[in-house]
């Protein structure tokens, strides 16, 4: 860790070309005999794709700097098809930490290859995706919650912040509010819509439908093709992880925790059109 | 773009780790102006290459038999396993002459990103091989980085029950960069403080 806390918000256009900014760093490719692509997902230039020099070698004066998971404060020279790194200042290294913990770190992976996900166009600015991954991180290191908790906690705001929240409240197809937990006991239709037998909810099942495909929870009244059976319980602790109630979240039971992995899984794979190789090497811990 | 062969050869040699566009181009018509024996030569060799060099049944290094050279050198110790990511792994800690053990070659590291588990990698073969109990310490050298790192901590978790003794090489090996571009000096010395991993 290094001195250069500060935030970096000044644009320096003291030489043409070059930037300043700062991001973390989401993964590395070799590049000819000792150099690296490195890709980073930064607060005001959205996703940058750059060259680090003789990176590889044990000697390079970038060290440990560019590494997966680490947050670094840039000087950057725009290139004719990629950019340079010139400067590299530790702000906070995630990847220590999470290393030597191969549940976390698995679940720190699977946050890197989502966000550079979500951030499809280069160059675009991202600047909540980075604000969500930076809090997702700082979350997975203090080791207070379950990885697994946290990385579902990420994907799901990930969703939220593309615009992809799913309805977990309501019907994700006709807007009718689903019962609450209380009153899901009894069988009493209760006060659904008049008319067109629509709104009306599974009850005393203990059981939701969700469908991927619809958007989240849908009524009994909404056909949703290939829509999948989930526990309250696990559409409950989803609501935990997308509000940030890690109380609740905390103490849900582990058979919600994995039909709600799960669920956030196929639901992401869904709108990413695209599944995340690393979600399949994500242990529970 | 060049006339068909030429071309072909651009596009070969661009295939090549390292080797971008422009060296492909250099590369391909240095071949052209060279001369033509020298040229037979390295083709013949490669083609030898292809033919003859094996992987090691045992521990994953190149061979030419079905055994590499270590695994059949009687002289060295079977008592230690030096876990290594590639075969040039291998090569960089021979240089040294210090390390009288055996190897086992990984054939990568742990990297879920690239879509590289636990399963991709030759972990099972090792495992069957400390399954006798001869093995009494398994040095984790994997690549001083991030990946390296993390495919040492998984198989530290694995091996640690079997009551085998882990370590790592330490000092001196700045994390960041890959074992081949360490000197021999700094291996050495890196082989010779190894710390013990408790995990
Ligand atoms: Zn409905
Ligand atoms: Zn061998």
Known sequence: ?285 | MYEGVVQDLIDELGQLPGVGPKGAQRIAFHLLTADPDDVRRLAATLIQVTEKVKFCRICGNVAENEECKVCRDTRRDPSVICVVEEPKDVAAIEKIREYRGRYHVLGGAISPIDGVGPDDLRIRELMTRLADGAVTEVILATDPNLEGEATATYLARLIKPLGVRVTRPASGLPVGGELEYADEVTLGRAFEGRRTLNV
């Open chain 1, 1 to 285: 860790m290094s001195a250069a806390c500060r935030p970096s918000a000044v644009r320096q256009n003291g030489i043409v070309g070059t930037y300043r900014d700062d991001g973390i760093v989401l993964r590395t490719q070799k590049l000819g005999e000792a150099d690296r692509i490195i890709t980073i997902l930064s607060r005001r230039n959205g996703r940058i794709r750059a060259v680090a020099k003789g990176v590889r070698r044990t000697k390079s004066r970038f060290g440990a700097r560019l590494e997966p998971f680490s947050h670094v404060d840039l000087m950057l020279y725009t290139g004719r098809s990629l950019d340079v790194i010139t400067q590299a200042e530790t702000v906070r290294g995630y990847g220590e930490p999470l290393v030597g913990d191969y549940p976390r770190y698995t679940a720190g992976t699977a946050m890197l290859e989502t966000a550079e996900r979500f951030t499809t166009i280069e160059k675009e600015p991202a600047l909540r995706q980075f604000l969500l991954l930076v809090g997702g991180l700082r979350t997975l290191v203090d080791g207070g919650h379950e990885p697994r908790l946290v990385l579902d906690a990420f994907l799901l705001r990930s969703l939220a912040v593309a615009g992809y929240a799913p309805a977990l409240e309501e019907c994700a197809i006709c807007g009718v509010r689903a019962p609450s937990d209380d009153d899901d006991d009894d069988d009493d239709p209760g006060p659904g819509p008049v008319g067109g037998g629509r709104g009306h909810w599974r009850r005393g099942s203990g059981l939701r439908t969700f469908g991927v495909a619809a958007g989240g929870l849908t009524c009994k009244s909404c056909h949703a093709p290939g829509a999948a059976t989930a526990a309250t319980g696990t559409i409950d602790l989803m609501v935990s992880l997308l509000r940030g109630d890690w109380e609740a979240a905390d103490a849900s039971e582990r058979r919600h925790q994995v039909e709600c992995s799960g669920l956030v899984a196929a639901y992401l794979q869904w709108h990413l059109e695209h599944s995340i190789r690393s979600l399949r090497h994500v242990e529970h811990a």
